[in-house]
């Protein structure tokens, strides 16, 4: 790790002698694998490129498996997290990275666009991930629009990679887990029992909003070392929840409905 930044270190000070001016924003770099060589003075060009129609960004280049594009807009302050695949890219890629960012009537377009440029660029993820394994569209719920609007009202940085899936059925059980969180993978999966007519959107997030306050809000250890899952922190968050004591209700009438006989 420290060679890692070491090498970083040394990269952009060379970069920083081959480009005019200093795009305004941070170009944060620690997050690629040492052994990835990259073009630096490519990276420092998108950076700069991006911050002249962006009136500056912070730009975070990353080595996800998933997430390859997010932009968000903080204390008003452009942040981008790009896979190290754009370093390199086109002008038209540029318009579609800006439009993304700064939002607009064109931004479904952007999104599209730069989904194709994923497409393009597979090869360039570390380790080839099954697009198939993550289904966030159900056939009566999207989670996809669900955590995106809960990433945008939270607005933290450790939601930036979350991703979601519809979970797979398992054996018939006795009791039912709705959601779950893995922080390896910075998964979502929601249970598939869920995705059918008779269950409310309302709940469906709930459960997606349960799930991403578990990004946030890690299990502790409390004083005997026990570990908790949902701390005092997580459930006065989970409270906010807009329809959380109707959630609750609706869970308490309807459960029976998802459990064996
Ligand atoms: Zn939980």
Redesign the pocket.
Same mark, same amino acid.
């Given at each position: 790790m420290k060679q890692q930044q070491d090498f970083w270190k040394w990269a952009e000070r060379q970069a920083a002698d081959e480009v005019d001016s200093a795009p305004e924003g941070q170009l944060d770099l620690s997050e690629l694998p040492p052994d990835l060589r990259l073009s630096v003075p490519d990276i420092q060009q998108l950076h700069a490129d991006l911050a002249a129609r962006l009136d500056g960004v912070d730009l975070v280049i990353t080595d996800n498996l998933r997430r390859m594009v997010s932009a968000r807009r903080k204390q008003g302050r452009h942040r981008l997290r790009l896979h190290h695949m754009f370093v390199g890219c086109g002008e038209e890629t540029i318009d579609a990275l800006v439009t993304l960012a700064a939002g607009g009537d064109d931004v479904d377009d952007a999104r599209q666009y730069l989904q194709q440029y994923v497409d393009n660029h597979r090869d360039k993820i570390s380790f080839e991930v099954d697009p198939d394994e993550l289904q966030a569209c159900g056939q009566h719920h999207d989670l996809g629009p669900m955590l995106d609007k809960w990433r945008e009202r939270l607005d933290e940085d450790q939601l930036d990679d979350v991703v979601i899936t519809w979970g797979r059925y398992g054996k018939g059980s006795r009791t039912i887990r709705f959601g779950s969180y893995d922080f390896d993978r910075e998964l979502i999966r929601v249970h598939p029992a869920l995705d059918q007519r008779w269950v409310p959107e309302f709940f469906v997030e709930f459960i997606v909003y =349960?799930?991403l306050l =578990?990004a946030l809000y890690p299990p502790v250890q409390d004083d005997s070392s026990r570990r908790v899952? =949902?701390t005092d922190e997580f459930r006065r968050m989970e409270r906010k929840f807009p329809r959380y004591q109707e959630a609750l209700a609706w869970e308490r009438n309807n459960l029976p409905r998802f459990l064996d006989d």
């Open positions: =349960h799930e =578990h899952v =949902h």
